[in-house]
């Protein structure tokens, strides 16, 4: 195995990569509403394309999850198939959010090189498709965060 020094490394080296494979300034947290953002996850056993809902307030992340669920037929018909709800995921440090993510099927990990290439496809691929969906329907989803 890796050291922790050589394993930090490498993720910094994974995240270098995919930004000189796909120079792209992605809508990530910049969606204008707070706690509403889009994000990459990668580790030794999977690579996922994310967008957590993490308001501070119950309420308002039920609103805001409610809100993109209504568009659930829509996502998976013309946007991302795959795509899989989970409306009370538990982080490792026990804070719930509601995720709405995509996995990569193929076998990767961050610390095979040549995995690399599949999952920058896929973070491509998925995180366009994410914001294809994001863009038509912003303001439908926007009005849970009134």
Same mark, same amino acid.
């Not at 394993?7 to 494979?21: E, L, P, T």
């Not at 796909?22 to 990668?42: C, D, E, G, H």
């Given at each position: 195995?890796?050291?922790?020094?050589?394993?930090?490394?490498?993720?910094?080296?994974?995240?270098?990569?995919?930004?000189?494979?796909?120079?792209? &300034?992605? $809508?990530?947290?910049?969606?204008?509403?707070?706690?509403?953002? *889009?994000?990459? @996850?990668?580790? %030794?056993?999977?690579?996922?394309?994310?967008?957590?809902?993490?308001?501070?307030?119950?309420?308002?992340?039920?609103?805001?999850?409610?809100?993109?669920?209504?568009?659930?037929?829509?996502?998976?018909?013309?946007?991302?198939?795959?795509?899989?709800?989970?409306?009370?995921?538990?982080?490792?440090?026990? &804070?719930? $959010?509601?995720?709405?993510?995509?996995?990569?099927?193929?076998? *990767?990990?961050? @610390?095979?090189? %040549?995995?690399?290439?599949?999952?920058?496809?896929?973070?491509?691929?998925?995180?366009?498709?994410?914001?294809?969906?994001?863009?038509?329907?912003?303001?439908?989803?926007?009005?849970?965060?009134?």
């Amino acid at each position: 195995m890796f050291s922790k020094e050589e394993a930090a490394i490498i993720r910094k080296d994974f995240w270098v990569s995919y930004g000189k494979s796909f120079p792209r &300034k992605w $809508l990530k947290y910049n969606t204008k509403i707070k706690n509403f953002s *889009f994000k990459f @996850y990668a580790d %030794n056993k999977i690579a996922r394309v994310m967008l957590d809902i993490e308001p501070t307030s119950e309420a308002k992340r039920e609103l805001l999850y409610q809100q993109v669920l209504a568009l659930k037929t829509v996502l998976t018909e013309e946007y991302l198939p795959e795509v899989i709800f989970d409306e009370n995921h538990f982080l490792e440090n026990g &804070k719930c $959010l509601s995720r709405i993510y995509v996995q990569l099927d193929a076998k *990767f990990s961050i @610390y095979n090189k %040549n995995t690399w290439g599949v999952a920058f496809e896929f973070f491509n691929e998925h995180m366009h498709q994410f914001e294809l969906f994001f863009y038509e329907f912003e303001d439908f989803i926007k009005q849970a965060d009134l």
